[in-house]
């Protein structure tokens, strides 16, 4: 790669300092009325979810929480949310083998998003675990003009399989273009053969200091 010509693209919603800001998707929170009291527990696997919780009705933050992601526990934290669990992995089979083994009594609700990598719901039944479902928002893709298309040699960082979906949706991939991504599951959505590298945590700081030590 090239060093001197190497700039950094954060394709996240949430823009940080030293990258340029190039968000691929956009949120809609659904409408409903949830009624948390019949649950022991809440399942959220990311801040968007626990938002769109906050924006449907605030006694969610009653129930104790199982929140995938160091970001996710302090997105529950900072509005009143008690945070039971965080799982020291974030990969969707292993996530579910630790639910099945210290929750399998527990009725949890998992707040998610319309599209998922992984069935939860239905790797739990297997285990004879019932995983109640609410889909309280979706993803969509933010749309950009060819012109806005990241120049060569550019590092880009991947924080979902939702934004490689989107990126591609509207630019394409470059074989100059090396990918940062989030994790091994979103690893999957890129294009074959695409030159990349994992972040060392789960993190969008721990993809940025990746991408910094790449130039």
């Given at each position: ?47 968007q979810a626990v938002l769109s919780a906050e ?53 949890i609700l998992y707040l998610r998003p319309k ?101």
């Amino acid at each position: 790669m090239g060093k001197e010509a190497s700039m950094i693209y954060l394709l996240s919603p949430e823009a940080k300092e030293g990258c340029i800001h190039l968000p691929m998707i956009r949120f809609h929170t659904f409408e409903k009325e949830i009624i948390f009291d019949t649950y022991d527990m809440l399942m959220f696997t990311s801040k968007q979810a626990v938002l769109s919780a906050e924006h449907s009705n605030k006694d969610w933050k009653k129930v104790p929480c199982i929140a995938i992601g160091n970001a996710t526990a302090k997105q529950i934290e900072s509005l009143g949310g008690t945070v039971e669990y965080t799982p020291e992995t974030f990969y969707a089979k292993t996530l579910t083998e630790t639910i099945v083994k210290n929750f399998q009594n527990k009725k949890i609700l998992y707040l998610r998003p319309k599209e998922v990598s992984f069935d939860s719901k239905g790797f739990l039944a297997s285990k004879g675990i019932a995983l109640y479902e609410e889909i309280i928002y979706e993803t969509a893709c933010v749309h950009y003009a060819k012109k806005d298309k990241p120049e060569k040699n550019a590092i880009i960082i991947f924080t979902s399989p939702s934004t490689i979906h989107c990126f591609l949706k509207s630019f394409g991939w470059d074989e100059t273009y090396h990918a940062i991504v989030i994790g091994e599951v979103t690893k999957k959505y890129l294009p074959k053969n695409a030159s990349m590298s994992v972040a060392n945590e789960p993190l969008i700081d721990a993809c940025i200091k990746k991408a910094k030590s790449l130039i």
